[in-house]
């Protein structure tokens, strides 16, 4: 059974960083397309970054320069490294899998930039 | 940035059809999937590549996708399809980038 968990949300100053966690079972993040979708409070889905299985990485530009996704192999996680956050950096961050489409994702970690 | 439009919400009684537009520009040319996100929950693909459903998806759950618009369309809805619907696209040109809609809300009366 495929399952995605997520961790290290919490509340963070302005500027500050935080590292989220991804730990997943049930399939191997290193051979697959994964991702990072954000939800503000009230909002949309906005897509945030990807690693793909050859370890190629995009991001969007709202975050481009600040955050940074990453994958441990052995531990079959991922990661999302965000730096210079920003109140409107405040959301859910979901860890899914999929290139075109998200067909497993995680149940969010929420982030609250605030002073 | 490519932009898909969506109405904000959608009424429908229990029992009839509803049906919950995606426009973009010639979106007829891109694969487009759909995710239902009930309240305090992560979203749940319920239709793929336009018309396709996962595994596990009631039949109920269908869609289209022509020219510039994309279409979900939910048969004999119930009160349990109440959500918050999302249209996706994804493209690699040059870059890899995705797309959602802004959301529709299925109120069920």
């Known amino acids: 059974e495929v399952q995605l968990v997520e961790s290290g949300g919490g509340l963070v100053r302005p500027g500050g960083s935080l590292r989220l966690t991804c730990v997943a079972s049930g399939f191997i993040v290193s051979t697959d397309y994964m991702s990072w979708v954000r939800q503000a409070p009230g909002k949309g889905l906005e897509w945030v970054s990807i690693?793909?299985?050859?370890?190629?990485?995009y991001t969007a530009d709202s975050v481009k320069g600040r955050f940074i996704i990453s994958r441990h192999s052995s531990e079959n996680t991922l990661y999302l490294q965000m730096n210079s956050l920003r109140p409107d950096d405040t959301a859910v961050y979901f860890c899914?899998?999929?290139?075109?489409?998200?067909?497993?994702w995680g149940q969010g970690a929420l982030v609250t930039v605030s002073s | 940035s490519y932009v898909l439009t969506q109405p904000p919400s959608v009424s429908v009684a229990p029992g009839q059809t509803a049906t919950i537009g995606c426009g973009g520009d010639n979106i007829g040319a891109y694969s487009v999937h759909w995710y239902q996100q009930k309240a305090g929950q992560a979203p749940v693909l319920v239709v793929q590549?336009?018309?396709d459903r996962p595994s596990g998806i009631p039949e109920r759950f269908s869609g289209s996708n022509s020219e510039n618009t994309a279409t979900l369309t939910i048969s004999r809805v119930e009160a349990g399809d109440e959500a918050d619907y999302y249209c996706?696209?994804?493209?690699?040109?040059?870059?890899?980038?995705?797309?959602f809609g802004a959301g529709t809300k299925l109120t069920v009366l």
């Open positions: 899914t899998r999929g290139l075109q489409r998200f067909d497993y």
């Open positions: 996706q696209i994804w493209d690699s040109n040059p870059n890899h980038y995705v797309v």
């Open positions: 690693i793909y299985s050859g370890g190629k990485t």
């Open positions: 590549d336009d018309g």
